[in-house]
């Protein structure tokens, strides 16, 4: 996956974060979390592959305030 891709993903996921900071709808709230745990995992997958001398490490979801 190139470096493009690994930008899209990290974008996906800062968004999907914003979007939990104001979200008060359980049902969205969920789709948006289920939305953020794959683009991690998909971020989890491509870091191992890019060999940068830094890896960063996974990104992790905010604690959700209302379930």
Not at 21 to 47: G, H, N, P, Y
Request: proline fraction near 7%.
């Amino acid at each position: 996956m190139s470096s493009s891709a690994r930008d899209i993903i990290e974008l996906n996921i800062e968004h999907y974060r914003e979007r939990l900071r104001t979200e008060t709808t359980v049902s969205t709230r969920r789709t948006i979390e289920r939305l953020l745990r794959a683009e991690e995992a998909r971020l989890a997958k491509l870091l191992p592959s890019v060999n940068t001398g830094n890896p960063r490490p996974p990104l992790s979801s905010p604690a959700s305030e209302s379930d």
